[in-house]
């Protein structure tokens, strides 16, 4: 082994081509410093998580009663931005969302509308895929349940369930709230209400098959006892083991009163409740019930993440867990519960009319900044009150006066004097140039474990703290000022300044892909060596001499809109 005498902040592979072409030019012997372990992970491994494995992360399927709201938006954002870092990690990752068709509740919409369901299905379920599509979400498939490969999925199911005796035929009388399509005992209503405050109706006494739920009150609490993460965050847990430990009734899983919905295998008067079909669709979507091995199913199953609303938890941490206990089939590893957004305080209803309809955002606000206001605002797991203030304000903030604004102050500054190139005479490194690129270097650990135990707004917090951090490092160092005493100490700012933005461009990918890539096509990143693992490569690094272009604005400011007088 020979040592090299070219300087480390050259990237090795750029350094022999510069050298032909720099000889004039001064290279500083000076190295940054590089993390000494080798980071042979993709991203940090957790108790419910190895790092590694493919990873199937869903959406819960939105219901087409209704063309799509924020809280659509949300639960779709906050996989992209998961299932994005993953696949920038290295991961494989299945990535699945879609719509859930059937039920009373679509039923009745569509006779409303004057229309067959199939087809009002059709035309709602398009708008579901064109919210994704809008909002850049990066979805490997979309499941519809009246797909006939998903409707013989969940009749499988059935017969499994059936021949493992876990479904017998009896007759329910009760209550049942459409809104929610959920069954609710008389000791659960609230002023005869539902829990949720959606309206009950009493369903006579019908025949119906039962899933014996109660056999599972036992294996749910010692599975939740034995997997402690299997359900997050802690205080929605604590509530379904409540729920769980408050004794499980046998659950009604078919209705002869309606049709619209996946007839029972061997008795057509029967369609299945809306719940055992919808939450099959993680499965139905890996091709179940081909589960040989080297199948979708076999590479992909069990799921690594469900991402629901709070108010479906129960859903799938007590009915799908049994389902899949009774059928024999490996549970999924975590099933994270987020909160709800209001709107000014109140709860977001048609009938407040305070619906935020998430086309609006992006026109208004675009796709980045309401990417990037919705997973910052609030702490992921908690519920979120949303205002066009808010949301301006934050913008502002953190991305056109921290971000945007020190990108433009950057790039302007090596345009202007660095002969239009990345900067290459550079002196040794100072204790806060280093200290800044050692907490840049971090920044993948960091937002690493934040993204693998779901803390979304944590991972936003380190981004935004590098930001102010390099922001606090320029006011100080001034390369303005250094740009009329010494040129060499202003060349070496930039470019660690340069070097901390590929850092925070690469890793806002998943928050903000289209920004992100604008910022790293202005510093001169080429297009493959945006993964992170380039991050630590010291061939990646800023390359020197590198041409950059004339910086354009990245993130507009808003104007805060007067209050309108009455
Ligand atoms: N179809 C079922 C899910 C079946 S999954 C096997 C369903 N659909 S839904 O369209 O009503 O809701 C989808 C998601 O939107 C849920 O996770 C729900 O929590 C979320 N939200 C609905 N309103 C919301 C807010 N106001 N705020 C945040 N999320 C909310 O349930």
């Known amino acids: 082994m020979h040592s090299r005498k070219v300087s480390p902040l050259l990237p090795p592979s750029a350094s022999l081509a510069q050298a032909a072409t720099t000889t004039h030019r001064k290279i500083a012997p000076v190295s940054l410093p590089s993390s000494s372990e080798s980071r042979l992970y993709s991203v940090p491994s957790t108790p419910f998580d190895d790092g590694k ?21 949300y639960t779709s954002l906050a996989c992209d931005v998961i299932a994005r870092y993953m696949r920038h990690s290295g991961r494989d990752v299945f990535f699945l969302s879609g719509t859930d068709e059937h039920g009373q509740k679509v039923e009745t919409t569509a006779k409303n509308a004057g229309m067959d369901p199939q087809s009002f299905c059709d035309e709602v379920s398009q708008s579901f895929r064109d919210l994704l599509t809008l909002l850049n979400v990066s979805n490997d498939d979309f499941i519809r349940t009246t ?14 369930l059936m021949d493992k005796g876990a479904i017998y035929l009896g007759s329910y009388e009760g209550w049942y709230s459409v809104r929610d ?40 609490l010692e599975y939740y006892e034995s997997h402690p993460d299997l359900l997050a965050p802690a205080s929605r847990k604590n509530e379904v083991v409540s729920f769980v430990k408050g004794g499980l009734k046998d659950l009604s899983i078919s209705r002869t009163t309606f049709d619209w919905g996946v007839p029972v295998p061997g008795d057509d008067d029967h369609v299945m409740y809306v719940w055992i079909d919808a939450l099959t ?28 609303g709070k ?33 000014d305080g109140e709860k977001i209803s048609k009938s407040l009319g305070n619906v935020i309809d998430p086309v609006d955002l992006v026109e208004t606000y675009g796709v980045d900044q309401t990417r990037f206001f919705l997973m910052a605002e609030v702490n992921f797991g908690s519920d979120g009150d949303f205002s066009n203030e808010k949301m301006i304000y934050k913008i502002n903030a953190n991305l056109s006066n921290e971000l945007g604004n020190l990108n433009q102050r950057i790039m302007t500054l090596v345009f202007k004097n660095c002969n239009k190139a990345v900067p290459v005479e550079m002196g040794e490194l100072t204790d806060e140039d280093k200290e800044i690129l050692a907490t840049a270097a971090s920044l993948r650990e960091r937002t690493g474990t934040a993204i693998s135990t779901q803390s979304i707004h944590e991972y936003v917090q380190h981004m935004v703290s590098m930001v102010w951090d390099a922001n606090k490092y320029i006011d100080v160092q001034a390369p303005w000022v250094l740009k009329k005493t010494d040129t060499e100490r202003m060349n070496t700012v930039l470019y660690v300044l340069m070097e901390v933005m590929r850092h925070v461009a690469i890793l806002y990918q998943p928050l903000m892909p289209t920004s992100s890539n604008v910022i790293l096509d202005q510093l001169g990143v080429p297009e493959n060596e945006r993964e992170f693992d380039h991050l630590e490569k010291e061939e990646c690094k800023i390359l020197p001499g590198r041409e950059v272009s004339k910086p354009k604005a990245v993130f507009p400011r808003f104007e805060v809109p007067e209050p309108v007088s009455a």
């Open 53 to 73: 494995s493919p990873f199937e992360i869903t959406t819960p399927i939105y219901y087409v009663n209704d063309k799509p709201h924020i809280g659509h938006a």
């Open 147 to 160: 797909e006939s490969h998903h409707k013989e999925a969940v009749q499988h199911l059935w017969k499994t």
């Open 181 to 220: 399509e959920c069954y609710y005992n008389e000791s659960e209503l609230v002023d005869g209400k539902a829990p949720t405050g959606a309206e009950v109706e009493w369903v006579k006494k019908e025949d119906s098959y039962f899933f014996k739920l109660s056999d599972y009150e036992d294996k749910l």
């Open 311 to 343: 108010d479906i938890l129960r859903f799938h941490a007590v009915y799908w867990p049994a389902f899949l206990m009774a059928a024999g089939l490996p549970l999924p590893k975590r099933i994270f519960a987020h909160g709800w957004w209001t709107k």
């Open 281 to 308: 669709n993680y499965m139905s979507a890996l091709g179940y019930p081909n589960i040989e091995e080297g199948s979708k199913f076999d590479k992909y199953w069990p799921a690594s993440l469900h991402i629901v």
